[in-house]
């Protein structure tokens, strides 16, 4: 069973920064997809960015050029540094593991942006 635990979530003010990290029980290595989704109340869980094993990224249009995924593969470890947050990035954020046909999620992290 492949365990996914993120940390470095919190309350931050408006225009503020947070990196998240996800560690992965396994070589992420081996990992088709890492990725980061986030779920604010009363709200569906939604893709905030994905990196694959081979480095290619993906972000919502809603974070673009706001936040970065990146992967350290010694360290089992992807990251998601966010600037520039604003409110409506409140969210829980959640880790994904995707690797054909399984997709493990970490418990996640709440990430909370106010003044």
């Known amino acids: 069973q492949v365990q996914l635990v993120e940390s470095g979530g919190g309350s931050v003010q408006p225009g503020g920064s947070l990196r998240l990290s996800c560690v992965v029980s396994?070589?992420?290595?081996?990992?088709?997809?890492m990725g980061w989704y986030r779920q604010a109340p009363g709200k569906q869980r939604e893709l905030v960015a994905t990196?694959?094993?081979?480095?290619?990224?993906n972000y919502a249009d809603s974070v673009k050029g706001r936040f970065t995924i990146s992967r350290d593969n010694a360290k089992n470890t992807v990251y998601l540094q966010m600037n520039s947050l604003k409110p409506e990035d409140t969210a829980v954020y959640y880790c994904?593991?995707?690797?054909?046909?399984?997709?493990?999620w970490g418990q996640g992290t709440q990430v909370t942006v106010s003044s």
């Open positions: 994904n593991a995707h690797t054909w046909p399984n997709d493990y």
């Open positions: 396994l070589s992420i290595f081996s990992i088709d997809t």
């Open positions: 990196i694959t094993s081979g480095g290619s990224t």
